[in-house]
């Protein structure tokens, strides 16, 4: 039964993602109390998605570290030179939009990402190395790239971050790895076949809570230019997705580092990414980063059913 609800679920996560969304959106005050379990939900993914690593692969992904390297060169350098360029070239005379766009695209990886991996069968130990490094740089990769790029000074709580990111990666990434390795295979792929579904409604749940928690910017910033905002957003989000995925084929990754590599470089940490925008700039520098959290689901949801058809990860 469980292993139908799964097939099911890969097969209409293009609806239901979205759906989750826009749920969200609609239903705001019925479902914001329960943002608080957002962390929570996360931890719970990161140990599920980490029962099949362990700290031997994890050594290895370590000991050859390119495709690492290479998606953290387009996360924070390329993109974000890219974000600035389209945003100059959409938005010269507003300096607020253009920081909110190169802010959108310099935050470090998303968490969310690793879940995409486990749906389509992503290299996992890649995708939590990727993640753990991109946040652990994230206190002086963000305040860098602004200050260059749109001259900027932000200050970034790190020890909140480091809180965040223990408890919701590090922690259960650990606890995962160390089950794995006291446990016997069969069970391992037993508990692995209870948990996907689970793991894939814990998103659904994540993107509701999301889409209840930025409705209120989104509805208070309605107009013409929103529209346009997030068109730009939604390009530059996609970019991203085709960025990593042409260069992990043009650098010859097998089809597990290539879905880790696309989805890694293609998701964002958004919910850190608004907190600072709305703390450190006004609501037109906001925007952008909000829109983001909006479309990197969509994005990701797109591009999933990109690399399915191209790489047949689902075996649909």
Not at 205 to 213: P, S, W
Not at 271 to 290: E, Q, R
């Amino acid at each position: 039964m469980l292993q139908s609800i799964n097939r099911i679920l890969n097969s209409i996560m293009a609806f239901f993602i979205p759906a989750c969304l826009v749920i969200g959106f609609f239903l705001t005050d019925q479902l914001l109390w329960m943002s608080g379990l957002i962390p929570w939900v996360f931890a719970f993914m990161t140990f599920s998605g980490s029962l099949n690593s362990s700290f031997s692969s994890f050594k290895g992904i370590v000991k050859h570290p390119g495709p690492i390297i290479i998606t953290l060169v387009s996360l924070h350098i390329i993109m974000p030179l890219f974000a600035y360029g389209v945003g100059q070239l959409f938005y010269p005379d507003d300096q607020y939009t253009v920081t909110g766009i190169v802010l959108a695209m310099t935050i470090p990886a998303g968490i969310t990402s690793f879940v995409w991996v486990v749906i389509y069968h992503g290299n996992r130990t890649l995708t939590l190395a990727i993640i753990l490094i991109s946040s652990l740089l994230s206190p002086f990769i963000v305040p860098f790239n602004l200050e260059v790029l749109v001259g900027e000074s932000v200050h970034i709580d790190s020890l909140q971050i480091m809180k965040g990111l223990f408890w919701m990666v590090v922690f259960p990434s650990l606890a995962g790895m160390l089950f794995n390795s006291f446990t016997k295979k069969e069970v391992i792929l037993r508990l692995d076949e209870i948990l996907t579904p689970i793991t894939k409604f814990g998103l659904g749940f994540v993107v509701m809570l999301n889409g209840a928690v930025i409705a209120p910017y989104i509805k208070e910033t309605i107009s013409g230019r929103l529209l346009l905002v997030g068109i730009t957003v939604f390009g530059i989000a996609l970019s991203g997705y085709v960025l990593s995925y042409v260069v992990a084929k043009i650098t010859g990754q097998n089809k597990e580092s290539i879905v880790s590599m696309t989805f890694s470089g293609g998701m964002r940490n958004i919910s850190a990414g608004a907190v600072l925008a709305t703390t450190y700039f006004p609501p037109s520098a906001a925007v952008p980063v909000v829109l983001g959290m909006l479309f990197q689901q969509l994005s990701a949801t797109l591009f999933g059913k990109i690399l399915n058809k191209r790489l047949h990860l689902l075996g649909e």
